[in-house]
């Protein structure tokens, strides 16, 4: 009995109207008006836009990755040099 209270539950908040509010907002002007294409206009520009950050992000981190591991791999190189030259001037 539980379970299917949770399964109607869960299928009410799925299928809530109120959940796709965002993707209808341009059904409420005609198909071939300004205001439609205006609409349309800006919600492909904010789901580019959106996409574009998170590649840039993406990107950013795989370079502060990448970068950081090399930039340890220098740091100790010159740790190492720096030790043998402490040797060498003794």
């Known amino acids: 009995m ?7 539950f869960l299928t009410m908040i ?12 341009c059904k409420e002007f005609k198909k071939f008006s300004v205001e439609y294409f205006k609409c349309k ?3 492909i520009k904010d789901k580019t836009i959106s996409t574009g950050q998170n590649i840039i992000k993406d990107t950013k981190d795989y370079q502060n990755k ?4 090399e930039k340890e791999k220098m740091n100790k ?7 043998a030259k ?3 001037l003794n």
Do not use: H, L, R, T
């Open 66 to 69: 990448e970068w950081s591991e």
């Open 77 to 83: 190189a010159k740790d190492k040099i720096n030790k």
């Open 2 to 8: 539980k379970k299917i209270i949770f399964y109607i």
């Open 41 to 43: 206009g800006n919600m």
């Open 14 to 25: 799925i299928y809530n109207p109120n959940s796709f509010a965002n993707n209808n907002n």
């Open 86 to 88: 402490e040797k060498v």
